[in-house]
């Protein structure tokens, strides 16, 4: 369905930009994760012509006026003003494409012609489609199964420099600490114009464009209606007529514990027996931070310690948010602060109910969410979409709809019940 943008796409009538935002999945914001570089590549007549990544702390000027950023990230996080790096504060992919695009056009003069997202599972597969990678600095080949564990050790200590995170005076370390996205994506950039296994590499994109590890917004209609058919622009696709359910957390608390967090999804939906009455929906999230490491004053102040490691052993700082069809309304919450409940109306024709917990180390927090269906959700010809957030892993799920019950892992983006 794409063939006939290929030409466009590819760059053959004029050069294409387009921006890849490198989100660290251990760090999960609404669009899977913490952007912590941003790769520009131009492709001109169907080969990369340019390709150059920088931390997104360097994106930001003091001169430049900036949009307020939302209330929970001044309430919780004290950012005031929302820069590259904390641009994905929408789950709806395009919504925050559009930011990234203006912001970056603003830091750079370069209008991009697409936005797309890739996260640590994702170059798990990428990598492993390409086969070893050398990377400068790096003690043994890259392959997709050591991949992670590279990174982390690229990240405390970067290739041929001496100071690590553990450094009394981190400065120089904090200015090299992502060293290794240039390096590994050049590295990768040099295999495909060497000639790589191109089958494999075209579906481990698909595997993880399926999963939403990459997302992708483009500015041409024709090539991003079928991104959107596909699943695959991140976008919310509530349905007309079916209940919709995606539930989306936010790490605030300036660290990587979501690399250790487990979680797990239960919904039920009762119908009352009156005629015409409204479907009552009960979504219980269990969340489980199995590191036994205590997190002394459970502080969420930004901070590194000696070790990656010592960043994800710390409380979780979550802000969630649960997308429902619109017209839903809230009836009781368990399991958040209630001072920081709130229900409005979402994106793309949904109802936003959204609240703050912090849940420490050697824990476990159930969050539920009680709430009425809109009328017209009756349990003849219920359907259910349920979208699972990007940058997590496989979701344990349990549904209860009326007599019916079903359990399963979703480890794709979406799910429809029931299966067509």
Known sequence: RLGPSLPWLLGMDAPRTYLVLVQNNHELRATGGFIAAVGRVTVDKGKPAELDFVDSYQLYNPEHTYPTAPLPMRQHMAIDLLLMRDANWSPNFPTTAQMARALYAQETGIEVDGIFTVDINAVKLLVGALGDLQVAGADEPITGANIEEQIIRFWEQPADFEDTISDPAQEDWWSRR??????????????????????????????????????????????????????????????????????????????????????????RVTWPPEENGRGLAVLTLTYTHPITQPDPGCDPASRYGATYAD??????????????????????????????????????????????????????????????????????????????????????????????????????????????
């Not at 590890?213 to 919310?236: F, K, Y």
């Open 178 to 267: 992502k060293d290794f996205v240039p390096a590994i994506a050049k590295a990768a950039l040099e295999r495909v114009q060497q000639g790589a296994n191109y089958a494999a590499l075209l579906a481990a994109a698909q595997t993880a464009l399926d999963a939403r590890s990459i997302q992708g917004w483009v500015a041409n209609p024709q090539v991003q209606s079928v991104l959107s058919e596909a699943h695959w622009d991140g976008s919310l696709q509530p349905l007309a007529g079916a209940d919709f359910l995606a539930v989306v957390d936010m790490n605030m608390g300036y660290n990587k514990v979501d690399a250790a967090i487990e979680r797990s999804l239960d919904y």
């Open 311 to 420: 960043m994800i052993a710390r409380c979780y700082f979550d802000y969630v948010r649960v997308y429902a069809p619109a017209g839903s309304e809230l009836v009781a919450v368990e399991g958040v602060d209630l001072d920081t409940v709130t229900s409005r109306r979402g994106e793309r024709g949904t109802q936003e109910f959204a609240g703050y917990f912090v849940l420490p180390t050697d824990s476990e927090q159930q969050v539920t969410w009680t709430y009425r269906l809109p009328p017209g959700l009756g349990p003849e010809d219920y359907r259910l979409i349920l979208q699972r957030q990007s940058g997590t892993q496989p979701l344990p799920v349990r549904l209860h709809i009326g007599a019916a019950e079903q359990e399963m892992t979703l480890s794709e983006g979406r799910l429809e019940w029931p299966a067509e």
